[in-house]
């Protein structure tokens, strides 16, 4: 393992210094090796393998929080849903900074800036405050919840991307907008109101700028009927004379 406790690099370049009296390891940059230095296998200190790859003199010490300043930044694009992106990010040249996070939309590529936020929010489980506390320095509040401007919502043909300060594309970015599923219709009428045995019934949902599509569910008696749609219009045979009950989302 490395002075941190990680797992040791593979395919790394590296430079062996043995000896007494030598430095520590930077953070993140050296491999202490207790079981085969000079001394026949003992905890000698100095046994320890120096990365040459990102270790430079602004690293930080063994606990510390920074780097030489070239490292990526760190984070995911947890979800996307309708109205909300979620995720986390953090400085990996400096674990104590809260750092400001960009979202962006396009086709196949970020294309348009949709707004800006710090990530400083407190994570929303146990595991959740383990997790990103061990990609951050042991700092949790890291997490973001942006809210997607409304006119960028539901537009399924579009990706978005979550962007760090250094312009590091957090992982999972690229996913497709989520189609928003509406409300039950804020006027919906049957005709006739109460259907008579085999009668067509007409159902109308006011039409909602911005919708692209529109879902009806119908239920007699306790059993569900599936009603014939053309846009915010529904059509289905009266199954029993008697009372229906009807809804429609808008997506």
Not at 62 to 72: A, F, L, Q, R, S
Not at 152 to 159: E, P, V
Not at 211 to 233: E, K, L, Q, R
């Amino acid at each position: 393992m490395n002075y941190n406790g990680n797992e040791c690099r593979l395919n790394s370049p590296t430079v062996l210094q043995n000896g007494t009296g030598c430095p520590a390891p930077a953070s993140g940059c050296g491999q202490i090796d207790y079981d085969s230095v000079a001394d026949g296998g003992t905890d000698n200190y100095c046994g320890h393998t120096l990365y040459t790859d990102g270790c430079g003199s602004g690293s930080s010490t063994p606990g510390g929080n920074t780097t030489d300043g070239n490292t990526p930044s760190d984070g995911y694009m947890d979800s996307v849903s309708c109205t909300t992106v979620t995720g986390w990010a953090c400085d990996a040249d400096d674990f104590g900074k809260s750092q400001q996070v960009t979202f962006w939309i396009g086709t196949t590529a970020p294309e348009t800036q949709i707004g800006t936020m710090i990530a400083s929010g407190d994570p929303v489980s146990q595991a959740d405050l383990t997790a990103i506390a061990g990609f951050c320095g042991g700092n949790a509040q890291r997490r973001f919840t942006f809210t997607i401007p409304e006119q960028y919502r539901g537009q399924t043909d579009k990706k978005i991307w979550v962007k760090t300060e250094d312009g590091t594309i957090l992982k999972e970015s690229g996913e497709n907008l989520s189609p928003c599923i509406g409300p039950a219709c804020v006027s919906l009428t049957m005709s006739p109101a109460t259907p008579k045995y085999g009668e067509t019934v007409n159902l109308t949902c006011a039409q909602v700028a911005g919708a692209t599509s529109y879902s009806f569910n119908v239920t007699a008696d306790g059993n569900m009927i599936s009603p014939t749609v053309t846009n915010n219009t529904a059509t289905f045979n009266a199954i029993y004379t008697g009372s229906y009950q009807a809804s429609c989302s808008i997506n």
